[in-house]
């Protein structure tokens, strides 16, 4: 697989877990009461992972 897919499909994997953390509590996996840890931790990891796959879809070959 090439770095470029590779990117794409880690940026693509946390843009998923960025809309399952946050929207967690209306599809009802979360705790309705209010915005938990874990789902901060899951959109922060998420944000991460996007721009980490996004730096690496970008990123010329050597």
């Known amino acids: 697989m090439s770095r470029r897919t590779l990117g794409i499909v880690v940026a693509t994997a946390g843009a998923v877990l960025v809309l399952i953390s946050a929207l967690a509590d209306v599809i009802g996996i979360g705790d309705a009461t209010e915005f938990g840890l ?5 959109v922060l990891g998420g944000v991460v992972a996007m721009v980490v796959g996004g730096l690496a879809a970008r990123r010329p070959r050597p």
Request: no cysteine; glycine share 20%.
């Open 38 to 42: 874990r789902q901060f931790s899951g």
